[in-house]
């Protein structure tokens, strides 16, 4: 039985929560030059890397509306990204397990952003980057986005309650890119998948988490909860990657991307000198 605290009915369109004009941001002026005796301020100079240098000006597809990950791949200086977010199904069989069902999913994507703009007016992507992302309690279950404010609580409820709180967090990383030479496929592929486990505080209460729930914050994420916002509310610690946990181990995608872009092109040039 559900207790009071619980909400007995979703809300109308859970899955779109924020109205259009809820979305828009508030307008903002931003300041054109330093205050009165005070130096400009400016963010670091761009990763001056092979990888990074050789895809600079070229496309870099991003095949995800996630804005959280736009936000950290613009740490590392891919700012002028084009988000094509895959359509596909996400119809993984979850008896494949958390990290297996994540990695096909992501595989899923990428192949599919990257064979739809292959041909395109725009020309071919020089990278292709597709992540997913679920969390999973201790016993394998996958957790995705919630589909009610009913189920979203449950949720996070559960989070609490078992394994002392602790559960783990998975996403899988696939970035694609073209190889100068016709050696089928045609292309160069690596794949990563990032685990982090999270510990909910058990001494957060049913009337926080329900509180936490009506923030909508967490309607569109795996597992119901931002840890990068307000969700930080509700874990204790962690144990492995922060931002893997937001969606997207930067680390990790950062040696993917040398991979499919650096080496291929070392290896043919060491070929070609044979």
Not at 19 to 37: D, E, F, H, N, Q
Request: glycine share 6%; charged share 25%.
């Amino acid at each position: 039985m559900a207790d009071k605290n619980t909400p007995l009915e979703p809300p109308p369109s859970y899955d779109d929560a924020a109205s259009p004009s809820a979305s828009k941001p508030a307008a903002t002026s931003a300041p054109k030059g330093a205050l009165p005796g005070r130096p400009m301020m400016r963010g670091p100079l761009p990763l001056d890397l092979p990888a990074l240098n050789m895809i600079r000006g070229k496309r870099v597809i991003l095949a995800s509306a996630s804005p959280r990950r736009r936000q950290l791949l613009a740490q590392i200086g891919l700012t002028d990204l084009e988000i094509i977010p895959c359509t596909l199904p996400e119809d993984q069989d979850y008896s494949l397990g958390p990290f297996a069902y994540v990695l096909a999913t992501a595989e899923n994507k990428a192949r599919h952003i990257y064979k739809c703009e292959i041909d395109s007016p725009k020309g071919e992507p020089a990278l292709v980057i597709a992540a997913d992302t679920v969390i999973s309690t201790h016993m394998g279950q996958i957790l995705e986005k919630p589909r009610s404010e009913r189920e979203h609580v449950e949720t996070l409820k559960m989070l609490r309650d078992q394994n002392g709180g602790w559960h783990k967090v998975y996403t899988a990383v696939v970035c694609m890119a073209p190889l100068e030479s016709a050696v089928d496929p045609g292309y160069a592929m690596e794949t990563h998948v990032e685990e982090t486990s999270v510990k909910f505080d058990q001494s957060i209460t049913d009337e926080l988490i329900v509180s936490y729930v009506r923030t909508r914050e967490g309607a569109d994420k795996a597992g119901g909860y931002g840890i990068q916002g307000v969700g930080s509310i509700l874990v204790e610690k962690i144990d492995g990657t922060f931002d893997n946990v937001v969606g997207l181990p930067l680390r990790s995608t950062l040696m993917l991307i040398e991979k499919v872009v650096v080496e291929p092109q070392q290896m043919e040039t060491v070929d070609r000198a044979l």
